[in-house]
């Protein structure tokens, strides 16, 4: 089955510290996978996205992620977290010609000063 | 892009009533998508149109929930004898056509069944 796996559900950094957020996917061949940031009372954002290519991909905000298909994995990355960037964060997949997203369950990022 | 917006932003109501939600998406985007998040999970797909044909439901989607999108523009979400376990986020997305566009979300609408 399809799916995607983000093993940490709560995350504390201090601000200035560097994050790395985990998501592994579940799929037979490379999907499209995408991070999205949810605030509060606030709708799902797209971080960034990759499909092919450069296996390193940059994003808004200062984000960064990393597909590696040996290990099945797309980790989002920022050097230096700032406090503004406490929120939920989304990493999903797209496997068919629908482009309907699969999220795994999300990770809550909390930024302490 | 005034980007996607839906309303209400809440809504309570009773078990039992009859519950619709709107989705404006963004104009120009041919795609649209309805997810169901609750607290703790991501979201989760229930249906998807392109234009006005709705071309994929989910289990999820019992036979009290029905979408439509007349004229390929809004959409509306509509739930029949609602549910306390239909408490929930309801997200509309819109997208062009291809994998790789990525989704543009609403805010949602948060139901409550009392």
């Known amino acids: 089955a399809q799916s995607v796996t983000q093993p940490d559900i709560h995350i504390t950094v201090s601000e200035g510290a560097s994050l790395e957020l985990r998501c592994n996917y579940s799929?037979?061949?490379?999907?499209?996978l995408f991070w999205y940031v949810q605030s509060p009372g606030q709708g799902l954002q797209l971080l960034l996205k990759y499909f092919s290519g450069d296996t390193l991909v940059q994003g808004i905000k200062g984000f960064e992620a990393e597909f590696k298909r040996s290990q099945s994995s797309f980790n989002l990355r920022k050097p230096s977290v700032h406090w503004s960037d406490a929120a939920e964060y989304f990493c999903a997949m797209n496997t068919g010609t629908a482009s309907k997203l699969t999220f795994g369950t999300g990770t809550r990022l909390q930024v302490t000063l | 892009d005034t980007g996607v917006s839906q309303n209400p932003r809440h809504k309570i109501t009773k078990r039992g009533q009859n519950v619709t939600f709107r989705c404006d998406p963004i104009?120009?985007?041919?795609?649209l998508y309805w997810y169901r998040q609750t607290l703790g999970q991501g979201p989760e797909f229930l249906t998807y149109?392109?234009?006005?044909?709705?071309?994929?439901k989910s289990r999820l989607l019992s036979d009290r929930f029905s979408a439509e999108r007349p004229k390929g523009s809004f959409s509306t979400l509509e739930i029949q004898r609602t549910e306390q376990g239909d408490s929930a986020m309801y997200l509309c997305a819109s997208s062009s056509e291809g994998r790789g566009t990525g989704h543009h979300f609403g805010p949602g609408t948060r139901l409550t069944v009392t």
């Open positions: 104009s120009e985007h041919n795609r």
């Open positions: 799929y037979g061949a490379t999907p499209y």
């Open positions: 149109f392109q234009n006005e044909a709705q071309l994929e």
